[in-house]
């Protein structure tokens, strides 16, 4: 902080990085009764490193529960404050303050400020000169935002056209554009009327002159009215598309595992792509309907000012078409789902194909596939005729009655010209078609809508199946212990969901912090289960898991797999340098650390023989590396983030016997100050052990040391001797198998 001139020399942050923004914005949180932290904060803020400018913390203070604006303010603003307290200010080195309240010590009026990398030191009190003199001028106004009506409302039609009103400004705008357009929509028919009506009977050259002045007035207005509202338009949607995107990305994090283990990934983005089509929906076709709509207001009362008889007979018209097209509503959305089912059946296939294609090519399937698609296809195309034939009865009912709109009122009007007493002008007559025919526009208009609409429900139907899924239950105010990796099982029983048979049984067991725990048994008996309900991954789990003796769904979600790393069977290595993979979860890591990582993880060796060294791109999925190095890989990218829990689920498996050995060699050191759960089900691995689990049926067998569990364990000891006198049998094999030389020490 820079008021050292106050007196009191400012200690060192602690442990702060960047402009103290996070924290300032902490405290303004706490001080509102959000529960938040910096740390929090930075794991939200993408790009650590860079410290946030005030746009960007707006909308963070935004995904935390705040209303945040970032603002101008002078001294003045302050002494006016009063309940707006506190505010942020940005000092000219580029630091942030928090300003508490603003009070008159003495005479002197002062403001009371708190650093926010010292939140327990009392606020200072700053006199106005000396704020003004590092201050820039620029703040972040923060309050807590009231659930704005429909905020947690599932995502569905009403959601998305709230979306769109949000935009008030432009909803305004584009309304008084269109109502000065429909007004103005009446001046061609007015003049027609004119011009034939005085202008030809009488003759009158002056008239006619002022006329087409007229004429080129209004289409100029109209021109530059009609520019406006598309570009509301567009800048409407573009900012609609932005929000609309964030939410659906933000939902889409927040789900829980299992849903992405239930839907596949094409599916899942097919599904959110379909917002496109509500959204064009909701800002084309929809925005302009209603606008329409708004024409009517003033097109219908003008009709009936000109010829009340013609005015019945065209509402009347209009009225058997919406009548039309109401009764056509229903069978148009059924027939709708059933288009929208064959795509999906057909669309699932597709996917399932292009992810299954090795399998596909490999098994010689692609003639029976092709069959399948053929079945699929048929379906698809009779749904979508079945939907064409319907929506075309109502399309040739309505296209007589419009025609009868126009000739109709034509040969009526002509009628009522010859027999009636009151004179129906010519000029009238032909004023009066025009503006008769603009106004059933809207009514054609939504018979072309209907299909639209139901699309538009579908898309709807579709994206929300997703965002509407029950998020992961994340705690906000969980604790964030210091984890130094002690884990405890008591009597832990988990099914999953859809499950017969529970994976995990009634398990009881300890682990002591820093030691190296073997998991072992047969295919799905339960070991990864285990691993998954310790990184919170499912929630539903009975009995008590606790982690340095703190139950697990007591703590924040967040914190706990950020002190724990995980590497799998098959690890998901992201497109980018491999210094981006290694460093993913702790960007700010320095290069010597990486380093470190990689040696431990035995991945130096390949990584230094590669022409880029640490700056060669990955391809998508890692393809250009070996399943080993890929593994190699991860590992480093787990050991970067120095967790105080490691987790390798069989993450050694897919290891050359090279790479493995190295692994092995450097399980010492990469154990150093952690706890580590190792699954593997080469026995071998796990002899060094300090303790081995041997799960069964999701029931823990037995747990002890390799030579304990030799003894007493039928199970641990069939599973040794059977690997082993595998082994055995080839001595030239078992030579070079680091797993033997492992066993034999
Ligand atoms: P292991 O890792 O020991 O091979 P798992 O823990 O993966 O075993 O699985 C234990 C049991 O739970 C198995 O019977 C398996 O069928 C079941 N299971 C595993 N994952 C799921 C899942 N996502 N949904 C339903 N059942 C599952
Ligand atoms: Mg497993």
């Given at each position: 902080m820079r008021f050292q001139s106050m007196g009191e020399a400012a200690s060192e942050p602690s442990n702060v990085s960047g402009n103290g923004a996070l924290e300032a914005l902490a405290h303004v949180a706490s001080r509102l009764g959000v529960a938040t932290s910096a740390e929090r904060l930075r794991r939200a803020e993408i790009d650590g490193g860079h410290a946030p400018d005030a746009r960007r913390l707006a909308r963070i203070a935004r995904d935390c529960g705040l209303e945040a604006k970032p603002t101008r303010l002078s001294w003045r603003h302050l002494a006016d404050f009063g309940r707006a307290f506190p505010v942020m200010l940005r000092l000219d080195d580029g630091s942030w303050i928090v300003v508490e309240e603003f009070r008159r010590v003495g005479d002197t009026p002062v403001v009371m400020v708190v650093d926010p990398r010292h939140p327990t030191a009392p606020a200072r009190p700053i006199d106005e000169l000396r704020l003004t003199d590092h201050w820039t001028g620029e703040a972040l106004l923060a309050r807590r935002r009231l659930a704005?009506?429909?905020?947690?409302?599932?995502?569905?039609f009403q959601w998305m056209l709230e979306q769109v009103l949000r935009e008030r400004q432009v909803v305004r705008d584009v309304a008084l554009a269109a109502s000065v357009l429909s007004v103005l929509s009446l001046v061609p028919p007015m003049l027609y009327m004119v011009v034939v009506d005085r202008v030809l009977v009488h003759h009158r050259t002056s008239t006619l002159m002022v006329l087409v002045v007229l004429i080129v007035a209004a289409l100029a207005f109209e021109t530059i009215l009609g520019w406006l509202r598309r570009t509301m338009i567009a800048i409407a949607t573009a900012k609609i598309d932005a929000r609309i995107g964030l939410y659906l990305f933000d939902r889409l994090l927040g789900l829980p595992m299992d849903f992405f283990e239930r839907n596949t990934t094409g599916l899942i983005a097919h599904k959110l792509g379909e917002v496109r089509r509500i959204r064009s929906f909701l800002t084309g076709q929809l925005f302009n309907g209603l606008l329409d709509v708004l024409t009517l207001l003033v097109l219908v009362p003008t009709m009936f000012l000109l010829e009340p008889v013609l005015a019945g007979y065209v509402l009347g018209i209009g009225v058997a078409m919406a009548v039309i097209i109401a009764l056509y509503m229903g069978p148009i959305r059924r027939a709708y789902a059933g288009v929208l089912e064959a795509e999906h059946r057909k669309s699932s296939m597709l996917i399932e194909t292009i992810q299954g294609m090795r399998t596909i090519k490999s098994l010689a399937l692609e003639g029976r596939r092709r069959n399948q698609w053929d079945v699929r296809v048929a379906e698809a195309t009779n749904a979508a005729t079945d939907l064409q034939m319907l929506a075309n009865q109502p399309q040739t009912l309505l296209a007589p009655l419009e025609r009868a709109i126009y000739s109709g009122s034509l040969c009526l009007g002509a009628w009522l010209a010859i027999t009636e007493t009151s004179v129906v002008h010519a000029g009238t007559l032909v004023a009066f078609t025009m503006i008769a025919t603009r106004a059933t526009q809207p009514i054609v208009q939504l018979s072309g809508m209907m299909q639209q609409f139901q699309e538009a429900r579908g898309a709807i139907a579709e994206v929300a199946s997703v965002v509407n899924a029950t998020p992961e239950a994340r705690r906000v105010d969980g604790v964030r212990p210091t984890m130094r990796g002690a884990i405890s099982f008591q009597e832990v029983r988990f099914t999953y969901p859809d499950?017969?048979?529970?994976?995990?049984d009634g398990i009881d067991f300890t682990v002591e912090p820093g030691t190296v725990v073997g998991l072992m048994g047969?295919?799905?008996?339960?070991k990864t289960t285990v691993t998954r309900l310790l990184q919170g991954l499912h929630q539903n789990h009975q009995g008590l898991i606790k982690i340095d003796g703190i139950d697990l769904r007591e703590i924040d979600i967040d914190h706990l797999r950020s002190r724990m790393g995980v590497v799998l069977q098959d690890s998901f290595l992201f497109r980018g340098t491999i210094r981006e993979n290694i460093l993913v979860a702790r960007p700010d890591a320095g290069p010597d650390e990486m380093i470190e990582a990689a040696r431990l993880a035995g991945a130096e060796e390949f990584i230094e023989r590669l022409p880029r060294g640490y700056e060669t791109l990955l391809e998508e999925g890692a393809s250009n590396l070996s399943g080993g190095q890929r593994q190699r890989l991860a590992i480093a990218r787990a050991l970067v983030t120095d967790p105080a829990l490691l987790i390798f689920d069989e993450a050694t498996s897919a290891l050359d016997p090279d790479s493995e050995a190295i692994i092995a060699e450097n399980l010492r050191r990469i154990a150093a100050g952690r706890t580590v759960l190792m699954i593997s089900h080469r026995l071998a691995s796990l002899v060094d052990c300090d303790q081995i689990l041997v799960l069964e049926r999701g029931r823990l067998r037995d747990a002890g040391r390799h030579a304990d569990l030799i003894d007493r364990c039928d199970t641990y000891r069939h599973l040794w001797f059977q690997q082993n006198r595998h082994l055995a049998r080839g001595p030239e094999h078992g030579r070079h198998d680091p797993a033997v030389a492992v066993a034999r020490r």
């Open positions: 704005r009506a429909g905020e947690d409302r599932p995502f569905g499950a017969a048979l529970p994976a995990l047969r295919s799905g008996s339960g």
